[in-house]
């Protein structure tokens, strides 16, 4: 459910008829043809989760440290709160619209975030930290500017039933270091994009956003943002080079007729900064360096009468200087299923597979120096499998979840990527930052929405 208001209302609502709004730009506006909607979204769960990696060793051969067995939590996933509306130009339809939205965190205190994996300086919970714009809409589309979920991943969003939960598909796909930040499924800051009308059965979008950036390496953070771009405090052990990016171009071709809907995305990362994976000895400067990244997929779903089938193919490369340490490169899989059992109830079951990429620099030689490209083994299988309740009020759900995130040996995926509150995540609870590979991570989810 959504509050909408007109202007009367809104100008009445905030006291425009008297005191400092009197005679001002709100008062003016009672006459004019207005809508703003507050709308949200509450989600919540009580999550058990293990890393699956008691018993193994780190990279330098020590036990590692911490809780690594089950661990209890409370989550807040994705909770948000919006304002967003739009104003009749009164030229040929013509709209000006407005979006401002807030990530919620209801179970955890806001403030910034950091583990030895990583360091942020956004606060989530902070106004307007979520896909806020300006534009202009008509029957031309829409022209936007702001920050927003990048067309290449609100394409596909549709095919995930397991979103925000501990079986989100982010965990594989759009990911391309295995950790809880996929780098080809995020939101983008000072970006520029337009969304096209229907054309038919066909409508596209596309995004420009600049790099900002006054280094030439993508070293520094963008002009105007606490962090460097793709994460990560610029102040923090890893700075600006662990995939800091320049310009980023994204794109999304849908088709959307009767039961089908398909899709074709691609998105680049011109010149990502991964020098913070040299190590001066074995993996000597140049040899990871900075390189473009992109992304290609194409997405299929196919609504039967009680049965939603999804499927989504996925490449992600790099133009890596030296293929023995590219990690980043490989193919994705994404399988989907939603059965309804009644109109309240369904059954979801997910399984994603990342394949083995060319190299990694933690791993890409022997200890004798010998190189040891091609041989690990870094895929990964994530399966997911959930139950979900719809209240007759269609606002309210409850739902269980449960994820297995099966690594190879030389694979360090881990559960609970983009938007999952609380993340499994192969760096948590070790003293020294080593990531273990390998593990089996597991989680079981259950949790409660709530829209309005």
């Known amino acids: 459910m959504k509050t909408r208001w007109g202007a009367t209302a809104v100008a009445l609502a905030l006291g ?14 009672v006459t004019a043809p207005t809508n703003i909607e507050i709308y949200g979204h509450l989600d919540l769960s009580i999550d058990d989760a293990t890393k699956g990696i008691a018993g193994h060793l780190d990279g330098n051969g020590a ?39 807030t990530q919620v965190d209801v179970s955890a205190t806001p403030g910034t975030a950091s583990s030895n994996s990583s360091a942020d300086n956004n606060v989530k919970g902070a106004f307007a930290s979520r896909n806020s714009f300006l534009g202009l809409a008509g029957g031309f589309g829409a022209a936007k500017l702001g920050k927003t979920d990048a067309p290449y991943k609100l394409s596909t969003s549709r095919m995930d039933p397991f979103s925000a939960t501990v079986g989100d598909y982010n965990s594989i796909m759009g990911n391309s270091g295995g950790d809880n930040r996929a780098e080809f499924d995020t939101r983008l800051s000072h970006a520029a994009w337009y969304e096209s009308p229907k054309l038919g059965a ?7 956003a600049p790099g900002q950036n006054r280094s030439s390496d993508n070293s520094i953070q963008p002009s105007g943002e606490p962090d460097c ?50 190590d001066g000895t074995i993996v000597m400067p140049g040899q990871v360096g900075i390189a473009d990244e ?36 490989r193919n994705g899989y994404w399988l989907a299923l939603t059965q309804k059992l009644s109109p309240e109830d369904d059954v979801n079951l997910g399984w994603g597979h990342a394949g083995k990429t060319p190299g990694s620099p933690a791993a890409a030689h022997l200890p004798d120096g010998t190189p040891n490209a091609g041989s690990l083994d870094n895929a990964s299988n994530l399966y997911s499998l959930g139950y979900k309740h719809h209240f007759e009020d ?7 979840v449960y994820a297995r995130q099966a690594n190879h040996n030389a694979a360090h995926f881990d559960l609970g990527a983009s938007g999952h509150g609380i993340t499994t995540d192969c760096h948590d609870g070790a003293i020294d930052a080593t990531c273990s590979t390998g593990g089996t991570v597991q989680a079981i989810s259950l949790g409660m929405t709530y829209d309005f």
């Open 16 to 29: 425009s008829t008297g005191g400092m709004f009197a005679g001002g730009a709100l008062a003016q506006s």
């Open 63 to 101: 036990p590692l440290q911490g809780k690594l067995g089950w661990q209890p939590d409370i989550s807040s996933n994705l909770s948000r709160l919006g304002i967003r509306g739009g104003h009749d130009l009164g030229e040929n339809g013509l709209r000006a619209v407005f979006q401002i939205e």
């Open 202 to 208: 066909f409508s596209f979008s596309a995004l420009f």
């Open 229 to 278: 771009a793709g994460g990560n405090n610029p102040d923090s052990n890893l700075g600006c080079t662990d995939g800091s990016f320049g310009n980023v171009y994204s794109i999304a071709g849908v088709y959307n007729a009767g039961p089908l809907y398909a899709i074709a995305a691609y998105e680049r990362h011109k010149n990502v900064n991964r020098t913070g994976d040299e």
């Open 294 to 329: 992109s992304a290609g997929k194409l997405g299929v779903q196919y609504r039967l009468a009680a049965t939603t089938i999804n499927a989504i193919y996925e490449r992600l490369t790099r133009k890596a200087p030296v293929a023995e340490f590219n990690e980043r490169q």
């Open 394 to 400: 269609k606002r309210t759900t409850w739902y269980l």
